[in-house]
């Protein structure tokens, strides 16, 4: 995995370099933008919803990236009645690929801080403070974008790449959960 998402940036960064010697080379503010995405998942005794404002810039006309930040709530209930509580905050960054105006494929890191509350069917509860990492991996449709805008409306399908314990992607059995996003881009300086 670390190998291809070496490879894949190592990619981006020769063509970035590529496309900006075509055209003219430096910081273009129009190319910054900002935005944001709700997420919703919902599957057999659990609930995953959150929020997740971006800002970014369009390195080339197929290629965009941006930092965001997550907010994240996961509620869970097993077969014996025990619940998991836990909210997710953290920093996170990502790259999407255009190959067509209309279609995307995202690649997300995230690192979340969790919030954990365990509610046992009996009278115990107990809480516990984590973090874990997240790499979502996914492809989505955004409408109107058009060359020298990046102004538009998107919804993406992704999963977590990485599965590890304690992500708020994957359910209390291992599961991958799938993380539906429906989100905006707004151009700042066009």
């Known amino acids: 995995m670390r ?9 981006c960064f020769v063509n970035t370099l590529k496309a900006q010697d075509e055209n ?16 919703a ?31 994240i709530y996961t509620g869970q209930t097993d077969i014996y009645n ?5 909210t997710n905050l953290g920093p996170g960054a990502f ?3 255009f190959p067509i105006n209309f279609l995307f494929t995202q690649f997300q890191y995230e690192h979340n801080f969790q919030n ?6 009996g009278a115990s509860s107990y809480k516990l403070k984590d ?3 997240s790499f979502l991996v996914g492809a989505g449709y955004s409408s109107s974008r058009q060359k020298g805008s990046n102004s ?8 977590d790449a990485l599965q590890l314990p304690g992500s708020p992607y994957v359910d209390s059995y291992g599961r991958l959960i799938p993380v539906i996003r429906a989100g905006f881009n707004i151009s700042l300086f066009r």
């Open 41 to 71: 998942s919902f599957y057999t005794g659990g609930t995953v919803l959150g929020v997740s404002p971006h800002l970014g810039y369009s390195i080339t006309p197929w290629l965009d990236a941006a930092v965001s930040l997550n907010f």
């Open 152 to 159: 538009y409306y998107y919804l993406s399908v992704m999963f």
């Open 116 to 121: 954990i509350k365990v509610i046992q069917s």
């Open 3 to 11: 190998k291809f998402f070496l490879v894949l940036s190592l990619y």
């Open 82 to 86: 025990n619940k998991l509580r836990q």
């Open 131 to 133: 973090d874990v990492n």
């Open 24 to 39: 003219s080379v430096g910081f273009k503010k129009s190319n910054l933008f900002t935005g944001g995405n709700v997420t």
């Open 95 to 97: 790259v999407r690929l």
